[in-house]
């Protein structure tokens, strides 16, 4: 904005204009933002790593049961000289380790299908084909290890690639490396069926989604939770449509979720997560002086402890804490929490970001 346009703002837009400059910028504690996005100077001022003066310090434990064990004796005396035969009484003075990993290749089995002539009719008798050998000639540790680098290790196809002949000298292409996948997804079908089926009967569910790149192309990481299961879904889309899709039109008592419009409408009631809103309320209270945002600070802090020890109260002191919260909401700030306690209580949400 040049000096020209600042002259001819009116004085109430001038005043606006110097608020919004005096604002303090979000960050991963005030809003959704991902703690890489924070600034450089506050990652400098935060607590140093490692151990905190006075902390006691740890040894790593000894293997109970090593695979070798070798002595080293003396073998001559310092004092006088004398070689030491090897049969004297010793006794162990300290023990050290050395741990490495055994060289790892890849282990070629080949099946050779033989061919013999019958002594007593003179037919060629073939050998029937292995089971599984026309499918793939890769087996199911290599799976397993594919299956682990790309989805909890979130390795591209190309850096799988790379780590496959770097680490075990084994040459897959990208193709291959699909295919090995798309074999593997069927194995996780059947639970992924049964916790789709719990979700869907659920009576609280908390849904959260974010964005991730897929093989280049930008999605959605969808989340279901309930109490007894978790569900996992990737979507071209951020849309409504999705939690349609997964929930087949099952309708819980409560919803769980931030305040996405997507996220509405899906239950008879709607639970704002409240980890979403203590970041609001954090905003709040460095932006300004209003009052209401210290008070909801607080009385979100009193959620968090309640939802924290909620397995181990009485029900006498989680309805007297309710009763004091509804108090609370008639005065016209925070919203009555007639849902929160099923849904920390159910969900474990209680504030947790991860969970919601």
């Given at each position: 904005m ?7 703002l ?22 959704s ?15 140093p ?18 695979d ?12 006088c ?8 009484p ?10 490495d ?6 282990v ?5 299908r ?27 540790r ?7 680098l ?5 390795l ?19 193709g291959g ?25 659920a009576e609280?569910v ?16 969808w ?11 990737a ?25 996405y ?15 979403h809103l203590?970041?609001d ?14 008070r909801?600070?607080l ?24 009763a ?13 929490p ?5 849904a920390?209580?159910r ?10």
């Amino acid at each position: 904005m040049s000096r020209s346009d600042l002259e001819r703002l009116s004085k109430d837009e001038l005043i606006e204009l110097v608020l919004k400059l005096q604002r303090p910028g979000k960050t991963s504690r005030t809003s959704s933002k991902p703690p890489s996005t924070d600034r450089k100077e506050q990652r400098e001022q935060s607590k140093p790593g490692g151990a905190k003066p006075g902390h006691e310090g740890h040894n790593r434990v000894l293997a109970g049961a090593p695979d070798r064990i070798v002595d080293h004796r003396p073998v001559c005396c310092p004092d006088c000289g004398l070689v030491l035969p090897p049969n004297l009484p010793a006794e162990a003075v300290s023990v050290s380790e050395t741990i490495d990993l055994p060289p790892v290749k890849p282990v070629v089995e080949q099946h050779r299908r033989l061919a013999v002539r019958c002594p007593a009719c003179q037919a060629r008798v073939v050998a029937p084909r292995p089971a599984g050998a026309a499918a793939t000639p890769f087996g199911p540790r290599l799976h397993a290890t594919a299956v682990y680098l790309k989805t909890f290790q979130a390795l591209s196809y190309e850096r799988l690639q790379a780590a496959l002949s770097d680490l075990f000298g084994l040459t897959v292409s990208q193709g291959g490396l699909m295919n090995m996948l798309r074999r593997a997804e069927a194995r996780f079908a059947v639970r992924r069926e049964a916790a789709l089926s719990v979700l869907r009967r659920a009576e609280v569910v908390a849904c959260d989604e974010t964005g991730v790149r897929i093989e280049g192309s930008n999605s959605y990481h969808w989340v279901f939770r309930c109490e007894d299961a978790v569900v996992h879904h990737a979507a071209p889309t951020r849309a409504a449509s999705v939690v349609h899709e997964i929930m087949a039109g099952h309708r819980p008592a409560v919803w769980l979720s931030d305040r996405y419009s997507a996220q509405q409408g899906h239950a008879d009631r709607q639970q704002t997560c409240l980890a979403h809103l203590a970041r609001d309320v954090a905003y709040a209270v460095e932006a300004g002086d209003d009052p209401v945002a210290f008070r909801l600070k607080l009385w979100l802090g009193s959620a968090f402890a309640l939802a924290k020890g909620i397995g181990s109260l009485a029900t006498s002191t989680i309805t007297a804490s309710a009763a004091r919260w509804s108090g609370l909401s008639t005065r016209s700030w925070p919203p009555r929490p007639s849902a929160i306690w099923r849904a920390t209580s159910r969900t474990g949400c209680g504030g947790r970001a991860t969970s919601c």
